[in-house]
Nanobody, 124 residues
């Protein structure tokens, strides 16, 4: 069992940056692949980024590629999402998720545990 708590969201102007954090409880965090997804009002949940348990593989959604970096510190049971050059269309609730294994890192149904989400609002 893994519990995930996101933080770091907030209101930021377009062009600004935010770093989201996801703190995990449980003794086996380092064995999980981790992902970030987002969901805007009236839209489907969208893949943002994912990272393998070893950090050797990372994946990004097309909408954030080149502007975001996912990282993890297994010793701290935490995964991060650094987002730069934010745009109003990045406004959404951002969710952290954990998967015991992947076939398709960008598929929400591959993830076993989800956090409650943190709101990111980008003003123009």
């Amino acid at each position: 069992q893994v519990q995930l708590v996101e933080s770091g969201g907030g209101l930021v102007q377009a062009g600004g940056s935010l770093r989201l954090s996801c703190a995990a409880s449980g003794r086996t965090f380092r064995s999980y692949a981790m992902g970030w997804f987002r969901q805007a009002p009236g839209k489907e949940r969208e893949f943002v980024a994912a990272i393998a348990w070893s950090s050797r593989a990372t994946y990004y959604g097309d909408s954030v590629k080149g502007r975001s970096t996912i990282s993890r510190v297994n010793a701290e049971d935490t995964v991060y999402l650094q987002m730069n050059s934010l745009k109003p269309e990045d406004t959404a609730v951002y969710y952290c998720a954990a998967a015991t294994t992947w076939v398709t890192p960008n598929a929400p149904n591959e993830y076993d545990y989800w956090g409650q989400g943190t709101q990111v609002t980008v003003s123009s």
